[in-house]
């Protein structure tokens, strides 16, 4: 089992920028595609981001390209998702997730949803 610890939510205004961490326990998350989605008042929970588990491949939504990066320390067991340029339609509760990918497995997959372990979500909020 793999445990997740969000942090690094908070209230701002648009135009600023916050950096969540998800710190993993129980088990190292270095095996693990990570990814971090969002679930905004009265909507779906929906993708946001994710990296395999050697960083080297990331994949982002559309709406947050050119604004988020996401990153990852395996050896802190720790991912992170920096977050510039806010605006309101990103408040939402911010959740990280882990999914072992197969190698041939396209980290588009990660869009899915369908995860192996939840974080419990931090909450972002973004005033005008």
């Known amino acids: 089992q793999v445990q997740f610890v969000e942090s690094g939510g908070g209230l701002v205004t648009a135009g600023d920028s916050l950096r969540l961490s998800c710190a993993a326990s129980?088990?190292?998350?270095?095996?693990?595609?990570m990814g971090w989605f969002r679930q905004a008042p009265g909507k779906e929970r929906e993708f946001v981001s994710a990296?395999?588990?050697?960083?080297?491949?990331?994949y982002y939504v559309d709406s947050v390209k050119g604004r988020f990066t996401i990153s990852r320390d395996n050896a802190k067991n720790t991912v992170y998702l920096q977050m510039n340029s806010l605006r309101p339609e990103d408040t939402a509760v911010y959740y990280c997730a882990a999914k072992y990918l197969a190698p041939d497995q396209s980290i588009s997959v990660m869009a899915g949803g369908a995860m192996d372990y939840w974080g419990n979500g931090t909450l972002v909020t973004v005033s005008s």
């Open positions: 129980g088990r190292a998350i270095s095996r693990y595609a």
């Open positions: 990296t395999r588990w050697n960083a080297l491949t990331r």
